[in-house]
Structure formats: C-alpha cells, structure tokens
C-alpha cells in the first residue's frame, strides 16, 4: 500500500503540493487529472524518488522512501511524457543497460522478450534517436518495466502519441491491471483510460480537489469543469 | 564495479556512435595549439616557460567542452533520470561519470602531444613517460571536479555557462602545478625535484574524488 502523509514541495514561494494525504491500496489503478501546473508531475516525481519532498512522508508497505530508496527503487517504474532513455543506444542497448542497473537475470533475453510484448523487435537494434515519439513511449515503458516492478507510475504516458501508440499503450496498462499492478496514472486523456480505472483524484493548485471511485465519464467531466473553472 | 563498468560502455558506445565530443574536443585542441604557435614567436630562451602553459591550457579549454557535452548526452531525453531512478548508489553513477571522461580526456591529450612535440619543436627524446605521469595527474583532478560541476550545472538553463565559471576557478592549483612540473621536466629537470608540486596534485586528485563521491548524490538530484 502507498501512503502519502502531509505531502508539501515548494518551489521558492510557488507551492506546487500543499499538504496531500492519500492512500493506494496494492492492485490499485489510480487516475490523476488536473489542469496544467496542478502539480501532478510533481507529485509522480516525489513518488518515484526523483524528487525530494520540502515536507511530509511516502511509505510504500511502511517502509519511508526516502530512507530507504534503494529498495523502494527497485519495487518501482515511471513512465514520464521524457522517454529516460539515451538516444545514441539502440532499444535494446538502451534495455540491456537498464536491466544491468536492476540487476536482472539475463538481462539481454529479458530485453528481447519484452521487446516483443511491446512489437518493437523488429526494430530493436535501430538508434532510439529514429524511432517515432510512439516508438521512444513504447521503449520507455519497457525500461519501466525490465524489473518487473509491483507499482508502476506513469506521467503523461499518451501525450504526441497516436491512436496506435495510444491503443498498444492502453492494452498493456490492462495486462498490468489484470496482473495486479499498482498503478499511478496522470493524464490528459481522460475517454482513453477512464475505463482502466479503480478511482480518480482531481489536483487542482496542488491540493486535492477530491478522490472518488465513480469513474462515470459525464459525471467527471462535469464536476471536473465545475471546480476548475471556480479555482480560475 | 559492474554500475561503473556499464556507465562507462554506455557513454563509450554512445559517443562512438556520434563522435561529436571526440571531434570538438580535438579540434579546439588543434586550433588553440596552431594560434599559440602562430602568435608566439618562441626563442628558445622563453620556449621551456611558455609552452607549458599553452599545453594545459590547451587540455583544460578542450576538456571543458569535452565536459559540457559529457552531460549534455545525460540530459538528451532525459536519460540522466532513467539513471537516478535505478536502485544504484548516486557516488557509483559519479565514478562511472567520471572514468568515461577521465578516459576521453586522456584520449584527446595523447593525440595533442605529440602535434604539440612537432609544432614547438622539442624532439621526442623528452622525458615522456615522467610528462605522462603529471598529464595523467592534472586530468584525474580535471575530470573529478569537471564531473561534480558538470552535475551541479546540469539543472541550469545557463549550464554551458556555468560549468566554465564554476570549474576554472577551482582547477587554478591543479592548472599551476601541472605546468610547472611540465616546465621543469621539458628543461631536462628531474621528477624528484618537483616533488612538492607533485604532491599538491595528488592531494588535490584524492580530496576531490572523494567529495564528488561524497557530494554527487546532493548535486544531482532535482530541487
């Protein structure tokens, strides 16, 4: 379980989190929506140890992921709207060095196979620098994914994707799903992943405007405009 | 070690690809030593002291860009996050930073040599390996403090900037004793006789290493 306690980070006088409190329980796909600078970015980055908090706590199964981020690491992958990967490395140079950083098992059988999960291996010896931005998402997702991580946290994951990129995505975030995975999920595309969703929490101005399980699209969409246009 | 090993492959096999860094380097290194060359008119009287301090300064203008562009590869994409967010200690990704562009910049020096042996006319019975050994010393301080500062200036808007303004400054001791000993070794002086400069680079390539070791993890995360 993920519990976010007191969560604050500010950035000079600018307060991108103010205080969040939320709990994630394991399986979990969480939606987070909100309109830009609502400090959803932020928020992924902190959970994913990038980034350090000005104040509060993330536990992850009690353990503090600050204190302890080695391990929280390995347990964790995100996916930002930046693929993370080194553009002079093919798919799978890029793969295989990662693998190594985790410590995984054969890391160039692991690299090919998921490759293949994601139908990059007809191109996984090509420089990342030529693939499309669909392609570079594809590759960026099984970085995330080349330890096998129990949660994973995704930023934008769908942003200058097409509908096929968008599509492979989608159908690998519901194999994740049905896997148990907790997911962590910011996005614009609300119709595209609503569905895939346990609950959705609305950030606006770094606070959170609420948290629900009704994922009704019109019900959101709704209230989604309601509170944003009254915190314009 | 294996952290260390596969950053520096990667930055090898990344760079290979490119060469952007490899031919910028060389040819600022070609271009600083022909127009010192040029404008200096150097009896031999004044040789034994000015080229020196055109060879190092050569090494810490090329090395600087070599630096610059070092990083700038990290910050393509993004990947330097890809990095941070494995589960690796941050003074492994500072050691793996460092040998590649200790090994770059030992690259870029050994070629400049001996263009620097011809075109200033010493001849190649000089005390090389001695002048290697202080080459080799003055580059670990230059690649230790360049890779902490290339971090620090990482996050900037103004890092190709910054990195300069921060590291020049700092290299000063490193640059002063390096070309003295290189002046005393080109006047047929022995090692020994300079062994109080010798320890000074020593001593600044141990404190250095070590606070990039022990700093790098506060420099390079995001703030």
Same mark, same amino acid.
């Given at each position: 379980?993920?519990?976010?306690?007191?969560?604050?980070?500010?950035?000079?006088?600018?307060?991108?989190?103010?205080?969040? &409190?939320?709990?994630?329980?394991?399986? *979990?796909?969480? $939606?987070?929506?909100?309109? =830009?600078?609502?400090?959803?970015?932020?928020?992924?980055?902190?959970?994913?140890?990038?980034?350090?908090?000005?104040?509060? *706590?993330? !536990?992850?199964?009690?353990?503090?992921? !600050?204190?302890?981020? &080695? *391990?929280?690491?390995?347990?964790?992958?995100?996916?930002? &709207?930046?693929?993370?990967?080194?553009?002079?490395?093919?798919?799978?140079e890029n793969l295989v060095f990662f693998a190594g950083l985790y410590n995984v098992d054969n890391p160039l059988n692991k690299a090919k196979e998921i490759l293949e999960t994601l139908q990059l291996d007809a191109r996984e010896n090509e420089?990342?620098?030529?693939?499309?931005?669909?392609?570079?998402?594809?590759?960026?997702?099984?970085?995330? $994914?080349?330890?096998?991580?129990?949660?994973? !946290?995704?930023? *934008?994951?769908?942003?200058?994707?097409?509908?096929?990129?968008?599509?492979?995505?989608?159908?690998?975030?519901? =194999?994740?799903?049905?896997?148990?995975?907790?997911?962590?999920?910011?996005? &614009?595309?609300?119709?595209?992943?609503?569905?895939?969703?346990?609950?959705?929490?609305?950030?606006?101005?770094?606070?959170?405007?609420?948290?629900?399980?009704d994922v009704n699209k019109d019900h959101f969409k709704q209230k989604y405009l309601e509170l944003v246009s009254i915190n314009n | 070690m294996k952290t260390i090993i596969s950053i520096v492959r990667k930055d090898f096999i990344s760079e290979?690809?490119?060469?952007?860094?490899?031919?910028?380097?060389?040819?600022? /290194?070609?271009?600083?030593?022909?127009?010192?060359?040029?404008?200096?008119?150097?009896?031999?009287?004044?040789?034994?002291?000015?080229?020196? @301090?055109?060879?190092?300064?050569?090494?810490?203008?090329?090395?600087?860009?070599?630096?610059?562009? /070092?990083?700038?590869?990290?910050?393509?994409?993004?990947?330097?996050?890809?990095?941070?967010? @494995?589960?690796?200690?941050?003074?492994?990704?500072?050691?793996?930073?460092?040998?590649?562009?200790?090994?770059?910049?030992?690259?870029?020096?050994?070629?400049?040599?001996?263009?620097?042996?011809?075109?200033?006319?010493?001849?190649?019975?000089?005390?090389?390996?001695?002048?290697?050994?202080?080459?080799?010393?003055?580059?670990?301080?230059?690649?230790?403090?360049?890779?902490?500062?290339?971090?620090? /200036?990482?996050?900037?808007?103004?890092?190709?900037?910054?990195?300069?303004?921060?590291?020049?400054?700092?290299?000063?001791?490193?640059?002063?004793? @390096?070309?003295?000993?290189?002046?005393?070794?080109?006047?047929?002086?022995?090692?020994? /006789?300079?062994?109080?400069?010798?320890?000074?680079?020593?001593?600044?390539?141990?404190?250095?290493?070590?606070?990039?070791?022990?700093?790098?993890?506060?420099?390079?995360?995001?703030?």
């Amino acid at each position: 379980m993920i519990s976010v306690n007191n969560l604050q980070k500010t950035y000079g006088v600018i307060s991108a989190l103010k205080g969040l &409190h939320f709990e994630i329980s394991k399986g *979990e796909f969480v $939606l987070i929506f909100g309109p =830009n600078g609502a400090g959803k970015s932020t928020l992924l980055k902190i959970l994913s140890t990038i980034l350090a908090p000005t104040e509060g *706590e993330v !536990y992850i199964d009690d353990i503090n992921i !600050y204190k302890n981020s &080695h *391990e929280i690491r390995s347990r964790i992958g995100f996916v930002s &709207h930046e693929p993370f990967l080194y553009e002079n490395l093919s798919a799978l140079e890029n793969l295989v060095f990662f693998a190594g950083l985790y410590n995984v098992d054969n890391p160039l059988n692991k690299a090919k196979e998921i490759l293949e999960t994601l139908q990059l291996d007809a191109r996984e010896n090509e420089l990342v620098r030529n693939y499309s931005r669909g392609m570079k998402q594809r590759v960026a997702l099984a970085r995330a $994914l080349i330890h096998e991580p129990d949660i994973l !946290y995704l930023d *934008e994951p769908f942003s200058g994707l097409d509908l096929l990129g968008t599509s492979i995505i989608t159908n690998i975030l519901k =194999n994740l799903k049905a896997q148990g995975k907790t997911i962590l999920m910011s996005t &614009h595309s609300f119709d595209d992943c609503a569905d895939l969703a346990h609950r959705i929490l609305l950030l606006i101005n770094g606070e959170i405007a609420f948290m629900t399980s009704d994922v009704n699209k019109d019900h959101f969409k709704q209230k989604y405009l309601e509170l944003v246009s009254i915190n314009n | 070690m294996k952290t260390i090993i596969s950053i520096v492959r990667k930055d090898f096999i990344s760079e290979f690809r490119s060469r952007d860094m490899f031919i910028s380097m060389f040819t600022f /290194s070609l271009i600083i030593i022909f127009v010192f060359n040029l404008v200096l008119d150097l009896t031999s009287n004044i040789k034994n002291i000015v080229s020196p @301090a055109v060879l190092w300064i050569t090494f810490l203008f090329s090395g600087s860009i070599g630096l610059s562009r /070092s990083y700038s590869l990290e910050k393509e994409s993004e990947a330097i996050k890809g990095l941070l967010l @494995a589960p690796v200690d941050r003074s492994l990704i500072y050691m793996g930073k460092f040998f590649s562009n200790l090994i770059f910049l030992l690259i870029i020096e050994i070629i400049t040599i001996p263009i620097f042996i011809i075109l200033f006319n010493y001849d190649f019975s000089i005390k090389i390996i001695e002048i290697m050994l202080v080459i080799f010393l003055g580059t670990i301080g230059f690649s230790s403090v360049g890779t902490l500062f290339s971090a620090i /200036s990482l996050n900037t808007r103004l890092r190709e900037v910054l990195l300069p303004i921060l590291y020049f400054p700092i290299i000063i001791p490193v640059l002063l004793n @390096a070309v003295r000993i290189t002046r005393s070794l080109l006047s047929g002086e022995s090692l020994s /006789s300079n062994s109080s400069s010798l320890q000074v680079l020593i001593a600044f390539d141990i404190i250095f290493l070590s606070a990039g070791i022990l700093l790098y993890e506060y420099v390079i995360e995001e703030s």
